[in-house]
């Protein structure tokens, strides 16, 4: 299972799993700057409560060999836990007894997702069995990642600072009031939403981009491939000069948008785009060709309305989508889109 999966269901199941513990809140570390912890979380348990501050680590597996080598690397942290006072523990779609022991030696708590736990500090000692399957939670929603619901999440990361009530939250995501109701009590639950008195809003940015990235595939927007005897950049110039008509619409996405985000060395000699309106009429307005070229065209008809959303104009008048959509889809490509993609989102979407 990925690290990210694992992350993502031990926050929505965290709950249902161990009621033991009530949740007080989550603090995301940015990329490797705290390995091998990826968040902190903090909890609640007892009456009176105690309050427990715990490091997360997130593990593929549970073998005993996997915990080995965790605990190796918590054990070489350059990290005062001391000072940090907060507990380590390691999360794993399951833990084992014998990686149990492993943990309980080097004084370093589990979760996993079958429902066994174990920490101990000073003040504490708790020690939960769960002993059984993880059982499929009851959904409203399938998955708040597809379909309309996706819109939600996509206008949560465009502005993520803003304080939202529903009504304008489902107002801007342009979906019912029910459905945005749905989703963000899934958002809710595993972490990446607070929903409070004054309205709701994005607590973790980075969980949710995580979520929906692990979920995402480009492959629901079908493209075809042109080419061009033209320069990318110039074919790029032509895009921005042309007279739409209505749906007519279009943004640059891929390498072509990253390209306008970030400097590069060696140009892409490809365009990509998203186009609202008939992909055959805009080859034939461009005078491309399906066999002969040196560029490649990639015209791809968008899954939804929200690839657009917030695209920017330059001044040349190609328009661009924003950086969210442009690291959506290179993060769904190959080991080089892939490290492009953290590129566009470091620069752009970690501010």
């Not at 031990?10 to 390995?35: E, W, Y």
């Not at 998955?143 to 996706?150: A, I, M, N, R, V």
């Not at 019912?176 to 009590?185: E, K, R």
């Not at 690839?307 to 950086?323: C, L, M, S, T």
Request: hydrophobic residues 40%; contains cysteine; aromatic residues 8%.
């Amino acid at each position: 299972m990925r690290q990210a999966e694992v992350q993502t269901r031990f926050l929505k199941s965290f709950a249902r799993l161990f009621p033991q513990f009530k949740f007080r809140g989550i603090r995301h570390f940015p990329a490797r700057s705290r390995d091998p912890f990826q968040f902190a979380l903090r909890l609640a348990v007892g009456q009176p409560e105690v309050l427990i501050d715990i490091l997360c680590v997130i593990l593929p597996t549970g073998d005993a060999s996997e915990v080995r080598r965790f605990l190796s690397q918590i054990a070489q942290a350059e990290l005062d836990l001391a000072q940090e006072q907060a507990l380590p523990v390691l999360v794993a779609p399951q833990i084992n007894r014998e990686a149990q022991a492993l943990c309980r030696e080097m004084g370093v708590g589990y979760f996993d997702l079958a429902g066994n736990a174990g920490m101990q500090t000073e003040n504490i000692l708790i020690q939960i069995s769960g002993d059984r399957d993880e059982p499929e939670p009851k959904r409203t929603i399938q998955t708040p990642f597809e379909g309309k619901s996706e819109r939600v999440v996509r206008r949560l990361l465009l502005e993520p600072g803003r304080i939202w009530t529903m009504r304008d939250l489902a107002q801007a995501a342009e979906v019912s009031l029910g459905l945005a109701s749905m989703v963000t009590t899934a958002l809710t639950e595993i972490g990446g939403v607070l929903k409070g008195r004054t309205g709701l809003s994005v607590l973790s940015p980075g969980l949710l981009l995580d979520a929906w990235s692990d979920r995402y595939d480009l492959r629901r927007s079908p493209f075809r491939a042109w080419r061009s005897d033209k320069d990318a950049s110039l074919l790029q110039v032509e895009m921005g000069s042309l007279r739409l008509k209505h749906p007519e619409k279009g943004a640059l996405t891929l390498w072509s948008g990253a390209q306008r985000l970030l400097p590069f060395e060696e140009p892409n000699n490809h365009v990509a785009l998203y186009w609202a309106g008939e992909p055959e009429a805009l080859a034939e307005r461009l005078r491309l060709s399906e066999s002969t070229g040196r560029t490649v065209v990639f015209i791809f008809q968008p899954y939804d309305e929200g690839v657009f959303w917030e695209a920017k104009r330059y001044r040349d008048g190609v328009i661009v989508a924003h950086p969210l959509q442009i690291y959506l889809d290179l993060a769904s490509g190959d080991e080089k889109e892939m490290l492009l993609a953290q590129r566009v989102r470091e620069r752009f979407l970690e501010r």
